[in-house]
């Protein structure tokens, strides 16, 4: 059957036909609202990359179009066909630190590679000759063959992805599991938690009650603490984006504030079938009167979450992969692949 190839800039086109089905199976930032949001205040705005059979939608791509010697602040107005400058188109989704490709659950594995090429052929030919290349960012090590070849460049990333697989009937079990030193700091930090009077923890999905710019100043001052990731060519997480994400009845926002109400930290967890998201982290500083056992109470909170619900696992993102990992984490490993223009779609 015939592919035919779709580019969406979500600033200015509507919601693709038959999308609100595909991206039914996905985690929440690939829903449209929230990559129109997402494109209209990114420093390099993504592009929605679709390919269909029959008129039905079998695979995307979100594919961030930046620049390599444009030093502009903002991307160019939306409409252009022909983006001036040479180009990259970073195939990633940004807010998950995930491969930015997806297929419907019908496609088989071997059709996968050719509709990815059929992809790469239509953000080509949006692009035009500035492209310089096609970079995948994040894929796990078991889908690099899809985007991997000849004349494409393959490195491991120095830090995985944190997976946890739950195998686990009550949280006692989990526990059970743990070294007993970890076991003993969890147990420690829920009494330290439950008897701090002066911490008031709030926990819940579409909450109204938090205020996106809050957020999005934590997260600045948080990610700046902890500098700038090399290559990462994503901007600040937009105060209207977080807005908009922790009002959605499938995000839970974890916060933890002073009795006054001053934010000290916050945790987004997208939900999700079988498998829970850990989306953003961000806490004072210690010196500013941060507390960090509250990152430990917020990923046993989730833990325990999943365990309630008997669901299939949870994922955690990248960093702090060594604290992860002592709360019965695994390591995800992930590759980024470069396909040079020459070898884009081939």
């Known amino acids: 059957m015939t592919v035919a190839c779709e580019v969406y800039d979500p600033r200015v086109d509507p919601e693709p036909p038959g999308w609100p089905e595909f991206r039914r199976h996905l985690y929440q930032p690939w829903d449209y609202d929230l990559l129109r949001v997402d494109a209209w205040m990114a420093r390099n705005p993504p592009l929605l990359v679709l390919a269909r059979e029959g008129g ?3 695979a995307a791509m979100t594919a961030m179009v930046c620049g390599l010697v444009d030093v ?6 939306p409409g252009s066909r022909r983006v001036g400058g040479l180009r990259l188109a970073q195939v990633f989704q940004p807010w998950l630190g995930e491969a930015g490709f997806t297929f419907a659950d019908g496609v088989e594995p071997g059709e996968r590679r050719g509709l990815l090429r059929a992809l790469e052929r239509a953000v080509r030919r949006r692009l035009g000759v500035g492209l310089t290349a096609v970079v995948y960012r994040n894929v796990p090590l078991e ?3 899809l985007v991997s070849g000849r ?3 393959v490195r491991e990333v120095a830090v995985p992805a944190a997976v946890l697989t739950n195998t686990w009937r009550t949280d006692e079990e989990w526990l059970a599991s743990l070294s007993r030193n970890r076991r003993k700091n969890v147990r420690r930090i829920d009494r330290l938690v439950a008897a701090d009077d002066s911490l008031v923890v709030d926990t819940g999905p579409a909450r109204s009650d938090v205020d996106g710019a809050e957020l999005a100043a934590m997260l600045r001052e948080h990610r700046a603490g902890h500098g700038r990731q090399p290559f990462d060519p994503r901007g600040p997480v937009a105060a209207a984006y977080l807005g908009a994400l922790v009002r959605r009845p499938d995000v839970h926002t974890l916060t933890y504030r002073e009795r006054d109400g001053e ?4 945790c987004t967890m997208l939900d999700h079938p079988q498998v829970p998201f850990l989306q953003f982290w961000a ?3 210690r010196v500013d009167g941060g507390r960090p056992h509250l990152y430990f109470d ?3 909170r989730a833990v325990r979450h999943v365990i309630a619900r008997g669901l299939g696992g949870l994922a955690a993102g990248r960093g702090m992969f060594e604290q992860k990992a002592s709360l019965g984490f695994a390591a995800q490993r992930m590759c980024v692949v470069a396909a040079p223009a020459p070898v884009v779609g081939r």
């Not at 934010?263 to 916050?266: E, K, M, P, Q």
């Open 56 to 58: 039905a939608v079998v």
């Open 283 to 285: 806490s004072r500083a």
């Open 298 to 300: 917020c990923h046993a």
């Open 72 to 77: 502009r602040r903002f991307a160019r107005a």
């Open 263 to 266: 934010l000290i930290a916050f």
């Open 151 to 153: 004349g494409r460049l």
């Open 143 to 145: 889908l690099v063959p």
